[in-house]
């Protein structure tokens, strides 16, 4: 008997040595949330029509080409929604290959033949996995911005399983618009060759551009403005363009970027391309010397100098940037461009002030908390309440702990559910101590009344603290930010609970017994 209570009473030691250990010191181990540090708060929509767009612009594309290589010309295409288009200049005689195409490069495309044209349309269950991967590629580009911004514990998660929302939560973020700024900005990066003026540069006016042409753009080439700016990096005035449509090279060629200097100290972006993205570029390159290559980032150039020698699989943008601003472009450029456009639904930020304000106010809830609970325990229990005072004292121990082990970010919310634990945690002390009280009445001796009462009580307090643990699982995987901080540490609070209260507080009514050769009455 003393040996096992021995064993027991180590392996409780050891429990409240690691779970202090690992929550000590309380204010470097535990993060503190955007309400209690202060930061950012946004919901953002991924406008998921922009990447059917895209998807419907390849696929017509794809079976334009098709037709093409198996010898049927003069098909012209063009969408009439983002998930749709019609095609046109395609005989009636062409139907069985248009079947065959659409079977083996557009498999989630509907279409039929209304007279002379050809109307296709996305199938639902293909619409619907393009946005589910659209916020999905959105998500994770976003993240990986976020990451390389350097904001320590942020929270970004998708709102609903197949919503197209997105929650970021940004502690200790004092620079709102710059994070803004780098989360919205699309980034799709493209290399074109400049049409007018061949050697690069820019002109001041569309209207140039156009009499160069005789009032009409070829087909093949579009006009893109920039912005022209001083040598403080403000902008000063807007310059235009006319460069091939087809892009050369893209951002998805791209290997590596990072901010560096110019030969005059001017912050540029150093990008470095994948093997076969730098032979495409060393073959464009050598093959257009002396002419303007246009740097355009989300439809605007941000350079476009003259190529004055062959360049491998490496080169720089120089885009009269600010240092902070060559910083931010080459970050969004290594994470990858977003796959549709960002809408911000909702900005919130968060003072430091403001959350240590709400820490000051849960640490006091907290304690009042406790003092009541500890003062209710001694008068209606007496002695044997401090066996649920030491339980509840070890319970909280074991939540900081597990807190901090596994690095979670401690909320408003989160303070909340601790409250709530330190009442819910003597919730299993006060099942067994009445029933002590009921069986002590009907003239069982200490011990006898002692194992009855947790033996008796024992399903309650497990059907009590299971249900509300299942409703907390449920709030972890489907909740979001504060939901999920409150879930979390009433999880680990009902875990900790059922532990004191079972094994921890029979220990000591154990180690009571042990003391005495007989217990004629118990201070209940």
Do not use: C
């Not at 049409?195 to 093949?220: C, F, K, Q, T, W």
């Not at 080439?221 to 000063?236: N, Y």
């Not at 489907?478 to 220990?507: C, D, E, K, N, Y």
């Amino acid at each position: 008997m003393k040996r096992n209570l021995l064993w027991k009473g180590i392996l409780i030691l050891v429990v409240v040595l690691l779970a202090a250990l690992s929550a000590w010191p309380l204010g470097e181990t535990i993060n503190l949330g955007l309400d209690l540090r202060g930061g950012v708060h946004l919901v953002l929509r991924v406008e998921s029509d922009d990447a059917l767009r895209s998807e419907t612009d390849k696929d017509l594309d794809r079976l334009v080409q098709e037709l093409k290589d198996g010898g049927t010309f003069g098909a012209a295409a063009g969408q009439t929604s983002p998930s749709s288009f019609e095609v046109t200049g395609v005989p009636a005689s062409e139907d069985a290959a248009i079947a065959d195409i659409v079977e083996d490069f557009l498999p989630g495309w509907n279409w039929e033949r209304s007279g002379d044209r050809l109307e296709f349309e996305m199938g639902d269950a293909f619409e619907k996995e393009i946005r589910n991967l659209a916020v999905v590629q959105a998500l994770e580009t976003i993240r990986n911005r976020v990451d390389a911004f350097g904001v320590s514990e942020p929270s970004i998660q998708r709102q609903g399983l197949d919503g197209d929302r997105i929650v970021v939560q940004l502690p200790g973020v004092d620079d709102p618009e710059r994070v803004k700024g780098l989360i919205k900005n699309t980034a799709f990066l493209e290399f074109k060759l400049v049409a007018y003026p061949v050697g690069g540069g820019g002109v001041a006016s569309r209207e140039e551009i156009l009499a160069n042409y005789g009032g009409r753009v070829p087909d093949n080439v579009e006009i893109l403005g920039g912005v022209i700016r001083d040598d403080a990096g403000e902008v000063v005035g807007e310059q235009f363009y006319a460069v091939e449509k087809r892009a050369a090279l893209t951002g998805r060629d791209l290997k590596n970027a990072r901010p560096g200097l110019g030969e005059f100290n001017e912050p540029i972006v150093n990008f470095l391309l994948t093997h076969e993205g730098g032979q495409i570029f060393a073959q464009l390159t050598q093959d257009n010397i002396n002419k303007g290559l246009a740097v355009i980032l989300d439809g605007n150039v941000i350079t476009a100098p003259r190529i004055r020698s062959r360049i491998a699989d490496s080169g720089m943008i120089d885009g009269s940037f600010t240092q902070q601003e060559a910083t931010d472009l080459a970050t969004v450029l290594r994470s990858g461009a977003l796959p549709a456009a960002i809408t911000y639904l909702e900005e919130r930020a968060v003072g430091p002030s403001l959350g240590q304000d709400s820490i000051e106010r849960g640490r006091r809830a907290g304690l009042i908390g406790l003092g009541l609970v500890v003062l209710t325990m001694l008068l209606v229990y007496r002695l044997t309440g401090v066996n649920a005072i030491v339980a509840l004292s070890i319970n909280i121990v074991v939540i900081f702990g597990v807190l901090a082990y596994f690095n979670a970010t401690l909320t408003l919310p989160g303070i909340a559910g601790i409250v709530l634990t330190i009442g819910m945690a003597v919730d299993a002390n006060v099942l067994v101590f009445e029933r002590i009280k009921e069986e002590l009445r009907h003239g069982r001796t200490v011990k006898s009344a002692i194992d009855a009462g947790f033996s008796k009580a024992l399903s309650s307090v497990l059907d009590a603290n299971i249900t509300t643990l299942i409703a907390a699982l449920f709030l972890i995987q489907f909740g979001t930010g504060p939901i999920r901080g409150f879930a979390v540490t009433l999880s680990i609070g009902i875990l900790a609970s059922l532990f004191t209260a079972i094994f921890v507080s029979r220990w000591l009514f154990d180690v009571l017994l042990s003391r005495r050769e007989r217990v004629d009455a118990l201070s209940i």
